[in-house]
Structures are given as structure tokens and as C-alpha cells.
């Protein structure tokens, strides 16, 4: 197991590969605290790259909106309106996303320079500072992720920050996924996720504070089933979300089991999502088309299990609430593990 520095760019990106003596392999950038490439073994022992994205560090600096394999924050998923009160004072925040904010802002951390703290065995802990008032938000906000391959085959990540300020953090990792590893499509992969209920939302996809049961709609996922199964159902949310899942799942989660899983027939690959946080969101890759990075990824050619907070839950007391208060520490941890079958 090892972690070494393979590549430095002329504007400071390092990428850093990871081993973890099975066969395992994660390529992690300091640009964006961003999983570059992820290499599991198929059932037949074969190396698939199962991670959207580019070959060239230097290339996520043009990323168009796509958050490949980036860390998320300060919050993660859309803030409606792109404010919020706090302490009985209002924050306006940039509004990235029409009249919202998503995923950080116009530059969140998907856009900064990380700096590496720690190399260890098969992992790797980068850390940022978020000033006070970045992208509107109130603190001076230090945040480290780290990131480590087990012995068993899996991604473990660990999100900690603590800030001087009473102030919203919610993180998250936006990898897309293929487990097949040829990117055409993902709508093949069969899904399960452990839960009862999604967060409703409107036209511009800002959860509005209800909760909608899955039971008999297309947002079923409690026994598995496709991707792409009742995808095309005609259901005011998938439209919303140009013809695909965009939506939050609130997860029935006991700590042992995984709160979702994965499975590709073709590769043989199953990975199985654990985490401690309340929710999950599914995203069907709705806003690839023909985009190129490592290759063409064509529409609904990979996905994303984003584990998080409650969305927009500084708008809606009712969710649970991502109020980080000053001197706290936040710490959370989710797990990607990769078995086959």
C-alpha cells in the first residue's frame, strides 16, 4: 500500500496515485480535492477506470459545471434563491445555478488549489481555507478531506473542518460513475437505495420542504431494479430534471448496512455506498451531452450517489439543519466498496 506524487503541472496541480496492494488504484488531483481516476478489478481481474473525467489535470480547469470527482462545499446541492439567514442576519450568496446557488458558488471548493497535509498507506488528507465571506458565506471555515483505498477494495472518505464563525457547511463528492468503465450508458446498472421518502422540489429542482414517499413512482429504488427502468415515466420531477434523476433520497440508514448499491452485469462490478449522513443524492448524469473528457460522455452515460445533508435546509426548518457553529467540528465519512460477482 502507497501513496505517491506522480505528476506536478506548470500552474502547481499535483496528482497523486494511490495503491492499495489488490489492485485497487485512485488518481487524486489538488485542483478541486478531485478523484481523478478510480481503477477496480472486474471479475475476471481486469483493471476499469469506473470514474468519469479528464486525462490531463490541467483540463478541470475548463470544466463546464460538470464537478467531476470534485469535493462540494461549502454546501453541497442547491440553496433556493441563493440566501439565507443566520443568527437573524441575511447572506446573499452568488447565484451560480439561475436564481440559486449550487454546490459552493461561482468558485467553490471545486475551483481551489488544495493543499496536501499527510501522505500515509493508500491515502491521502488535502486541506482549504475558506475565508470569511467567500462566495458570501459568513466564517473563516478550514476544511480537510481525506481520501484512502482499504486493503478490502473500497474509497473511504473522511470530510472534517471547523470554522471561527457560526456558518453552513454541508460536504459532498460529485464522482460519476460507469461500473462497466465504457461510459455509453448507465442506465443498464441496477440500483438499490434504502429509502422511503425523496425531498419534493420545484421547477428549478430547490427542495421546497416536502416529503414524498417512493412507493408506487419511478423513485423507487427499495427493490432493485435498473437505472433506467421508469426513467422515461411521465412524472413532473424527471421532467424537471430534463429527463432523468436529479433527487434527494432520505435514507433509512442503521450504520451497518449500505444505505445503496451498484451493480454493472457487464463487469461484474457491485459497489456498495456507506455513510453517516441523513440523505443521498441520485443523479443521473442529465447534463452530459456529449461532453469530452476522457472520452465523449454521451447523456445518462454515468451517475452520482452524493451523500449529504438535508438541500436547502437553512431555508426550510423543518429538515435537519447544516449549521456549523463556531469552534464545532464537523466530521462525516462515507465509503464506496467494490466487491464483484
Same mark, same amino acid.
Request: net charge negative; proline share 3%.
Given at each position: 500500500?502507497?501513496?505517491?506524487l506522480i505528476e506536478k #503541472?506548470?500552474?502547481?496541480?499535483?496528482?497523486?496515485?494511490?495503491?492499495?496492494?489488490?489492485?485497487?488504484?485512485?488518481?487524486?488531483?489538488?485542483?478541486?480535492?478531485?478523484?481523478?481516476?478510480?481503477?477496480?478489478?472486474?471479475?475476471?481481474?481486469?483493471?476499469?477506470?469506473?470514474?468519469?473525467?479528464?486525462?490531463?489535470?490541467?483540463?478541470?480547469?475548463?470544466?463546464?459545471?460538470?464537478?467531476?470527482?470534485?469535493?462540494?462545499?461549502?454546501?453541497?446541492?442547491? &440553496?433556493?434563491?441563493?440566501?439565507?439567514?443566520?443568527?437573524?442576519?441575511?447572506?446573499?450568496?452568488?447565484? *451560480?445555478?439561475?436564481?440559486?446557488?449550487?454546490?459552493?458558488?461561482?468558485?467553490?471548493?471545486?475551483?481551489?488549489?488544495?493543499?496536501?497535509?499527510?501522505?500515509?498507506?493508500?491515502?491521502?488528507?488535502?486541506?482549504?481555507?475558506?475565508?470569511?465571506?467567500?462566495?458570501?458565506?459568513?466564517?473563516?471555515?478550514?476544511?480537510?478531506?481525506?481520501?484512502?483505498l482499504s486493503e478490502d477494495?473500497?474509497?473511504?472518505?473522511?470530510?472534517?473542518?471547523?470554522?471561527?464563525?457560526?456558518?453552513?457547511?454541508?460536504?459532498?463528492?460529485?464522482?460519476?460513475?460507469?461500473?462497466?468503465?465504457?461510459?455509453?450508458?448507465?442506465?443498464?446498472?441496477?440500483?438499490?437505495?434504502?429509502?422511503?421518502?425523496?425531498?419534493?422540489?420545484? #421547477?428549478?429542482?430547490?427542495?421546497?420542504?416536502?416529503?414524498?414517499?417512493?412507493?408506487?413512482?419511478?423513485?423507487?429504488?427499495?427493490?432493485?431494479?435498473?437505472?433506467?427502468?421508469?426513467?422515461?415515466?411521465?412524472?413532473?420531477?424527471?421532467? *424537471?430534471?430534463?429527463?432523468?434523476?436529479?433527487?434527494?433520497?432520505?435514507?433509512?440508514?442503521?450504520?451497518?448496512?449500505?444505505?445503496?448499491?451498484?451493480?454493472?452485469?457487464?463487469?461484474? &462490478?457491485?459497489?456498495?455506498?456507506?455513510?453517516?449522513?441523513?440523505?443521498?443524492?441520485?443523479?443521473?448524469?442529465?447534463?452530459?451531452?456529449?461532453?469530452?473528457?476522457?472520452?465523449?460522455?454521451?447523456?445518462?452515460?454515468?451517475?452520482?450517489?452524493?451523500?449529504?445533508?438535508?438541500? *436547502?435546509?437553512?431555508?426550510?426548518?423543518?429538515?435537519?439543519?447544516?449549521?456549523?457553529?463556531?469552534?464545532?467540528?464537523?466530521?462525516?465519512?462515507?465509503?464506496?466498496?467494490? #466487491?464483484?460477482?
Amino acid at each position: 500500500m502507497q501513496t505517491r506524487l506522480i505528476e506536478k #503541472s506548470e500552474t502547481g496541480i499535483e496528482t497523486y496515485l494511490l495503491e492499495n496492494g489488490n489492485g485497487m488504484k485512485a488518481q487524486v488531483i489538488t485542483y478541486g480535492a478531485r478523484i481523478q481516476k478510480l481503477f477496480v478489478n472486474d471479475r475476471n481481474g481486469n483493471p476499469i477506470d469506473v470514474v468519469a473525467g479528464f486525462d490531463d489535470a490541467e483540463e478541470y480547469r475548463n470544466d463546464r459545471g460538470t464537478y467531476f470527482g470534485a469535493a462540494v462545499g461549502r454546501v453541497a446541492n442547491r &440553496i433556493g434563491g441563493a440566501e439565507f439567514s443566520l443568527n437573524g442576519e441575511s447572506y446573499k450568496l452568488f447565484n *451560480n445555478d439561475g436564481n440559486n446557488h449550487l454546490h459552493g458558488g461561482k468558485e467553490g471548493f471545486d475551483k481551489k488549489l488544495w493543499t496536501v497535509l499527510d501522505c500515509g498507506d493508500a491515502s491521502i488528507k488535502l486541506s482549504y481555507l475558506s475565508r470569511d465571506k467567500e462566495e458570501g458565506y459568513p466564517g473563516n471555515l478550514n476544511v480537510c478531506v481525506t481520501y484512502k483505498l482499504s486493503e478490502d477494495n473500497a474509497l473511504e472518505i473522511y470530510y472534517e473542518a471547523e470554522s471561527d464563525s457560526d456558518t453552513l457547511c454541508s460536504l459532498t463528492n460529485h464522482t460519476y460513475f460507469n461500473l462497466d468503465g465504457r461510459f455509453i450508458s448507465a442506465l443498464d446498472h441496477d440500483i438499490f437505495i434504502n429509502a422511503d421518502a425523496v425531498t419534493v422540489v420545484d #421547477s428549478e429542482l430547490i427542495p421546497n420542504g416536502q416529503i414524498m414517499r417512493v412507493q408506487n413512482t419511478p423513485f423507487d429504488f427499495t427493490t432493485v431494479k435498473p437505472l433506467g427502468k421508469d426513467i422515461a415515466a411521465d412524472d413532473v420531477l424527471l421532467k *424537471n430534471a430534463r429527463g432523468g434523476y436529479d433527487i434527494n433520497y432520505v435514507l433509512n440508514n442503521d450504520g451497518k448496512e449500505p444505505v445503496a448499491t451498484a451493480y454493472s452485469s457487464d463487469s461484474g &462490478i457491485l459497489m456498495s455506498v456507506y455513510t453517516d449522513k441523513p440523505c443521498m443524492q441520485l443523479y443521473s448524469g442529465n447534463f452530459l451531452d456529449a461532453f469530452k473528457g476522457k472520452t465523449v460522455y454521451p447523456y445518462q452515460s454515468a451517475f452520482c450517489m452524493e451523500t449529504q445533508g438535508y438541500p *436547502n435546509a437553512c431555508n426550510i426548518p423543518e429538515f435537519e439543519g447544516i449549521v456549523l457553529k463556531a469552534g464545532e467540528k464537523y466530521s462525516s465519512v462515507t465509503t464506496y466498496a467494490f #466487491s464483484c460477482k
